[in-house]
Nanobody, 129 residues
Framework: QVQLAESGGGSGQAGGALRPSCPASGHTYSSHWLGWFRQRPGHVREGGAAIYVGHGNKYIADSVKGRFTISRDKAKNTLYLQMNSLKPEDTAMYYC??????????????????????WGQGTQVTVSL
C-alpha cells in the first residue's frame, strides 16, 4: 500500500510558477513509478510526468516539456512538480499516483492513468491572466 497526499497547488498568474508536492507513505518500492496527472475542466485525466523511484529515470509529456519538471526528495520521500511559465490552460486538478513498473516502461504506459494503482486526492491549480 502507498498513501499519497498532494498539496501546494493554489493560484498563480500566467508566466509565474507553482510547485505542488506529494509526500508518499507506506511501501514505496524501488520498482515504483511516481507520476503527476491533471484533469482540466471538460477533459479526461492526462499524464504529465513520471519518475522511477529506483534509478531516478524521468519522463515528461510533450504537452508540458520545457515548462514542467518532476523531482523526488529521497530523504523526505516527497514528489514535486515544478511548474514554470504557467498558462491559463494549466488550470486543472493535479494528482500524484504510484505504479509498479520497470525502467523499460513505455511512455504510453507511463502517461496512462490505468497503469497506476495508488492515487492522491488531488490539489487544485488555477492560473489567471
Amino acid at each position: 500500500q502507498v498513501q499519497l497526499a498532494e498539496s501546494g497547488g493554489g493560484s498563480g498568474q500566467a508566466g509565474g510558477a507553482l510547485r505542488p508536492s506529494c509526500p508518499a507513505s507506506g511501501h514505496t518500492y524501488s520498482s515504483h513509478w511516481l507520476g503527476w496527472f491533471r484533469q482540466r475542466p471538460g477533459h479526461v485525466r492526462e499524464g504529465g510526468a513520471a519518475i522511477y523511484v529506483g534509478h531516478g529515470n524521468k519522463y515528461i509529456a510533450d504537452s508540458v516539456k520545457g515548462r514542467f519538471t518532476i523531482s523526488r526528495d529521497k530523504a523526505k520521500n516527497t514528489l514535486y512538480l515544478q511548474m514554470n511559465s504557467l498558462k491559463p490552460e494549466d488550470t486543472a486538478m493535479y494528482y500524484c499516483a504510484a505504479a509498479r513498473g520497470t525502467t523499460g516502461s513505455s511512455p504510453r504506459w507511463l502517461l496512462s492513468e490505468v497503469s497506476y494503482s495508488y492515487w492522491g486526492q488531488g490539489t487544485q491549480v488555477t492560473v489567471s491572466l
